[in-house]
């Protein structure tokens, strides 16, 4: 089993940063991505990046590529998402999620763990 935590979550303007943190712990070194969704309010949950835990290769949403980075720090078995140029559409709760699988995938059923959520609300 894997678990993960989420933190860094909260209320930001338009045009803020934000950075949330995933620690992984438990089975790590079963893991092969780490990837960030996030789900809005009457939506389903969709793809926002991924990371590959060893060679550091990443996957990004056409929708925050050039203003949300992922990277990871294996020592602390944690990735992270910096999320700069925030707009009132990435208002959604982030899910850290886990995937056994050794080739990425951005869809949600392909991640085999996840954390609890962190709200990330963005004013105009």
């Known amino acids: 089993q894997v678990q993960l935590v989420e933190s860094g979550g909260g209320l930001v303007q338009a045009g803020d940063s934000l950075r949330l943190s995933c620690a992984a712990s438990g089975r790590t070194f079963s893991i092969y991505f780490m990837g960030w969704f996030r789900q809005a309010p009457g939506k389903e949950r969709e793809f926002v990046t991924t990371?590959?835990?060893?060679?550091?290769?990443?996957y990004y949403a056409d929708s925050v590529k050039g203003r949300f980075t992922i990277s990871r720090d294996n020592a602390k078995n944690t990735v992270y998402l910096d999320m700069n140029s925030l707009k009132p559409e990435d208002t959604a709760v982030y899910y850290c999620a886990a995937r056994q699988g050794r080739l990425y995938s951005v869809t949600v059923p392909s991640y085999n763990y996840w954390g609890q959520g962190t709200q990330v609300t963005v004013s105009s």
């Open positions: 990371i590959n835990w060893s060679g550091g290769s990443t």
